[in-house]
């Protein structure tokens, strides 16, 4: 059964540097093809990919956003790690974990329950 | 970056309904369009892939077609527990993949 779980931070500070965690079950990152991706959702919008990290270690950033953002893994503790710099109210969103079964084909077939981050002062 | 447009924005309609919604893309994706179904306060959930393939689980009044640009995922007959907003996402171009902005299904 696989299943991935955020944790961080509900409230960051403008400026400030946000760090997630997701940890996950029921799958190993070290899996051929397996990659694990970050996706926000500020309330009432849409989805945002923002960071994929694959079995390979491999990294790959949003375009609009990769001069902020860092992805790592640590295959031993089933995590994955994202850090976001400089934190704006913007960045106010739902910030999910998500697996892929296949770095050629982003197909998104687990989801984590989401957890919200607000920036504010 | 590929743009990903679905249409309508917004749809209400009754139990039994068949429904469209439709997904265009600015590019050719050779049918690498996934579709996702998320309910309020809930993580998305996999409904389809390969635009037409039925993910495991998934009730077979979902189904999906299309190709190049244009994709559509239709509901043969809408049931209470489909009533959510339903995302089209690209993975032509990893390792960006782009979502749709949305299609709110209402109750008529």
């Known amino acids: 059964q696989v299943t991935l779980r955020e944790s961080g931070p509900a409230l960051v500070k403008p400026t400030q540097t946000l760090t997630l965690t997701c940890t996950f079950s029921?799958?190993?990152?070290?899996?051929?093809?397996?990659?694990v991706s970050w996706i926000r959702q500020p309330p009432g919008k849409a989805l945002e990919w923002l960071a994929r990290i694959d079995w390979d270690d491999d990294k790959y950033y949003s375009t609009s956003l990769k001069t902020r953002l860092t992805i790592s893994k640590d295959t031993s503790k089933n995590q994955v790690v994202l850090t976001m710099t400089n934190m704006d109210p913007v960045d106010t969103a739902t910030y999910y974990c998500?697996?892929?079964?296949?770095?050629?084909?982003?197909?998104?077939?687990?989801w984590g329950q989401g957890t919200l981050v607000t920036v504010s002062s | 970056d590929i743009q990903m447009t679905q249409s309508p924005s917004s749809l209400s309609a009754s139990v039994g309904d068949r429904v469209t919604i439709t997904c265009r893309a600015s590019q050719g994706i050779s049918n690498s369009l996934a579709w996702y179904q998320q309910k309020p306060g809930k993580a998305p959930k996999l409904l389809l892939y390969a635009a037409s393939r039925l993910e495991s689980g998934v009730p077979s009044r979902f189904s999906g077609s299309g190709s190049g640009t244009d994709y559509t995922l239709t509901i043969s007959s809408l049931q209470p527990e489909d009533f959510a907003t339903y995302y089209c996402q690209q993975y032509y171009s990893t390792p960006s993949p782009t979502f749709g902005q949305g299609t709110k299904l209402e109750i008529k």
């Open positions: 029921g799958f190993s990152l070290s899996t051929s093809g397996m990659c």
């Open positions: 998500a697996r892929s079964y296949s770095s050629s084909w982003l197909i998104i077939d687990y």
